[in-house]
Structures are given as C-alpha cells and as structure tokens.
C-alpha cells in the first residue's frame, strides 16, 4: 500500500476529538503531513461563531474553556475515556505532531492565502476535518481526493445543525446516527462515504448521547478515511430531493425533548 | 400570557381586528372555533407566486401565501416559498422583514406578519423547523412582554396577540 498524506483541520489545539482521529490515522499506516489548527481567541472568528450559535456559544465557551469539556457520564463511554482507555497520551495538537514529526500551521480561518500555501505545499492525498469553520471551493480543488467530513446526523435527512435533537422531537428515535462524506460548496450537501445508524437507548438524554457518539465518530472517521483512500468505499451523491435544512432549536422546544426519551 | 386571557382580548376587539388589512383573524378558527374564522377577506394578487427571488418577497406575497396554506393548496411553489422564507429568516434574520414592511403598518408588524405564516404553514405540514423560527422571531423582538393589552395601541400589538394565540396553543400539544 502507498503511503498515504493526510491534513488534519482543527477547530482548537485542544481538541479531544481531532487528537483522536489524528492518532487513529497515524496507528493505521497513514502520514500525517500536516496540522492546521485555527487559533482560539479571534474576533472574527468569534463573530461568525456568533452568528452561527447566538447565545449558545457562551455555553459552549463556558463548557470547553471553564470547564475544560469533561465527559459528565462518570468517564466511561466519553472521549475522555476513550483517550485513556486507548493510550493517547497528548494534551494538545502540537505534542501530537511533534511526536509524528508533522508540521502545525495556525490559521484565523482555513479559506486564507496561507492555508492554501501551506496546502498546496505539502500535497496531500485527502483532508479530514474536524470542525472549525466553513470551507470554501478554492481549498476544496487542491484538497487530492477531497475533504471527509464526519456529520452528527444522518444524510440527506438531516441537514444543518442540531440534527441529534431533531429527530427525537419528531418522533423519528430511530433516525439518529452520523454520516462520513465528503464535503462540497453546499452545506452537508457532499458526497456520502458512510451512514452508521446509532439509535438512543431508553432514557438517554442528547448530552450524554453526543458524549457516547463521539468515540464512535473519531473511529469510524479514520476507518473511513482509510478505507476511502483504498478504494474500498465508493462515494455515493446524495439524493437532491432532500432539500430540508435543520438550523438551531428553540430552547422551549428542547425543553419538549424531556416528555420524549 | 394564558390561552384564554388571549382568546377573550381578540374575541373582544373582533370587531377591529377584522378591519386590518393583515387578515389577522385567518387561521384562528383552529383556537377560537368555526365561529371566528373569518377568512380572507383582502385583496389577493391577480397574479400567480412569482418565482422565488428575494425580490420578490413583499407583504402581498406573504398574505397570498398564508391564503394558500389555508385553503390547503399542496402546491410545490408553495413549499418552495416557505423553504426559502425559513432560510431567509434564520440566516439573514432582519431582512425579510424589511422587505415586507413597506406593505405594513409598522416593522413590528411585519414581522409578525411572517410569523403567522410560518404558524399556519406549520399547522398545515406539522413541520416542527416552522414552528422553531416562530418562536426565535418572537424572542429576536421580544414583542410579547413589552406588549400592552389596548385596543388603542398599534396594528402590531393585536397581530402579536394573534399569533402569541397560536404559538401558545401549538406549544402545548407537542
């Protein structure tokens, strides 16, 4: 099998769930030629969050920064516990990509001239995100065999954001799980590689149903990535039919969610 | 504000409600029974939906769509529109608004003026994303706790009575 170089997009230096699926990619063969992480404290990038999230980014601020994003269901199925239970000793992204020899580049936002630089510089055969922002065509053309992405909702159905909540208020329990695919123009819109269906078990609630899933999401990313790479999984274009996009919901609305697990 | 202290303020003023050109009191035959439904009593547009464009979006177009929705028309231009109008109102929030409120008697009320569209086309499709920008448009403007129960105030004021009827009512049999 060719070596096969992948870049790493990171939301944070900090990030539990990008160090996973790096380390995990790293253990199944594949280079890590390159992390690009985008720098926490940025006005805009902190306006653009805002406009994303409203009064939720504070919360998120407060639960990753304040309280450091600890798993609350007592450590045993949260990323948390999976970093322990698999030996992944780094704190942050650059002990990671010192110890793979990997070069780390700090962005404002991943659509800058530098990104692209740096991109174009290193050649890689595919890049995996992890969060942090929009990714405009330009990145998208000299991305080799695309951009995986790993969405929390199962596609075409739910598109956009809360998509673990939105099935459980309309009554479609069955209906959660996450997607690899690999990301387009579009929002969520892109090719899909891998649908796994992971349902909530009696009395679940979504927080600690998002804590379970994301282990399984780092895992099947790299898993994903990996057999993509290879050939073994072809994409597969979404059915343009599906046009409905989910967005932030209400908070009255999530408090109906407790009537529903 | 409770279901009833709502129902009894637009029974009540029924008789100015009707005269607004927003057809205020249609769709509310659901609450306050057969009796109140009065329909659409306005002026539609000759034309048919005109193709969505932003540009196209104006307090008319708005109306229109409401009077299809509840004359249960299924048609896909119909649900194109109100895709489009979810969008708009999520992520361009203001501008919608803005864009309808010179068919309006204030800003307020054309706001509200989406919202009860977004009401009925959510009473119609039982589509819960319709019902969510209700009630982030509500919150946006606050309109509820700053309103004042007097027939006196503003168009606005009554719409938003109206569509707190709704919204309240909907709420409550998720």
Not at chain 1, 105 to 114: D, G, K, R, V
């Amino acid at each position: 099998m060719p070596e096969q170089r992948i870049i790493l997009l990171s939301p944070s230096r900090y990030s539990k769930y990008s160090l996973t699926v790096g380390e995990l990619l790293h253990r199944k063969g594949c280079t890590i030629c390159g992390i690009i992480i985008t720098r926490l404290f940025n006005p805009r990038r902190f306006i653009f969050e805002y406009r994303w999230d409203s009064k939720r980014l504070f919360m998120k601020i407060w639960k990753k920064l304040i309280l450091k994003d600890q798993d609350t269901i007592s450590g045993t199925v949260g990323i948390y516990a999976y970093i322990k239970q698999h030996g992944i000793q780094y704190k942050r992204l650059e002990d990671f990509a010192n110890k793979i020899e990997s070069d780390v580049l700090y962005c404002q936002n991943y659509n800058t001239h530098t990104v692209h630089e740096f991109i174009v510089k290193k050649q890689p055969d595919i890049i995996v995100f992890t969060g942090g922002g929009l990714i405009r065509q330009p990145l998208l053309d000299i991305s080799g065999k695309g951009v995986v992405n790993c969405h929390s909702g199962i596609l075409p159905e739910y598109k956009g954001m809360d998509v673990v909540e939105w099935p459980i208020l309309e009554g479609k329990k069955g209906m959660n799980g996450f997607t690899v695919h690999l990301m387009d123009r579009g929002i969520d819109t892109g090719p899909i590689l891998k649908i796994k269906y992971l349902p909530l078990t009696d009395g679940e609630t979504t927080i600690h149903y998002r804590e379970r899933m994301l282990p399984v999401m780092a895992e099947t990313l790299a898993d994903t990535t990996v057999k993509y790479l290879n050939g073994k999984i072809v994409p597969k274009e979404q059915d343009i039919n599906y046009r409905k996009q989910y967005y932030i919901m209400h908070h009255k609305l999530k408090k109906k969610l407790t009537h529903k697990y | 504000m409770s279901l009833e202290l709502l129902k009894t303020f637009l029974v009540a003023n029924r008789k100015e409600l009707i005269k607004l050109p927003l057809a205020p009191f249609g769709g509310l035959g659901i609450v306050l029974g057969s009796d109140y439904e009065l329909g659409f009593d306005i002026h539609l547009p000759a034309n048919e939906i005109p193709e969505v464009k932003f540009r196209s979006i104006n307090a008319d177009l708005i109306i229109y769509l409401r009077y299809l929705v509840q004359t249960n028309n299924k048609g896909e231009d119909v649900d194109t529109w109100a895709e489009t109008l979810l969008r708009y109102a999520e992520i361009r929030k203001v501008l919608p608004k803005r864009l309808i409120y010179p068919g309006c008697a204030s800003y307020k009320c054309a706001a509200q003026l989406l919202v009860a569209f977004f009401l009925e086309y959510y009473a119609a499709r039982s589509d819960l994303r319709f019902l969510n920008i209700t009630l982030k448009m509500n919150d946006v403007s606050n309109n509820k706790r700053k309103m004042r129960l007097h027939i006196d105030e503003n168009v606005a004021n009554l719409f938003i009575a109206r569509n707190a009827l709704l919204e309240t009512y909907f709420m409550e049999r998720i």
